[in-house]
């Protein structure tokens, strides 16, 4: 089964950056993939989505100025670049395989999600 790998997180003051990571552990993993996050008493909040060759992206209204997804297919990895980081940002992130993805509906695959990786963002 494949599994996924986030990575990149951590403590961070506001107005900060991190660029967090998430790979594939099959070579011939393919297919749209998205990030997520849940912060504490909360639900899981969908972030953003890639399709494969990284020609369609969508990101959440809350924070498509600061966020932006890319992919390198060379090695099975996507990436969210977060940007002038803000508290409420503070949240376990996920990445996650898609059932199915068209521009603005992204329905993800319950077998397919990582382990999560930890921002905290400090005021």
């Known amino acids: 089964q494949v599994k996924l790998v986030e990575s990149g997180g951590g403590v961070v003051q506001a107005g900060g950056s991190l660029r967090l990571s998430c790979t594939a552990s099959?070579?011939?993993?393919?297919?749209?993939m998205g990030w997520f996050r849940q912060a504490p008493g909360k639900e899981r909040e969908f972030v953003a989505a890639i399709s494969w060759g990284g020609g369609t992206t969508t990101i959440a209204d809350s924070v498509k100025d600061r966020f932006a997804i890319s992919v390198d297919n060379t090695k099975n990895t996507i990436y969210l670049q977060m940007s002038n980081l803000v508290p409420a940002d503070t949240a376990v992130y996920y990445c996650?395989?898609?059932?199915?993805?068209?521009?603005?509906?992204?329905?993800?695959?319950?077998?397919?999600w990582g382990q999560g990786t930890q921002v905290t963002v400090s005021s």
């Open positions: 099959e070579d011939t993993f393919w297919g749209a």
């Open positions: 996650n395989k898609a059932a199915k993805y068209r521009t603005n509906t992204y329905d993800p695959d319950p077998r397919y």
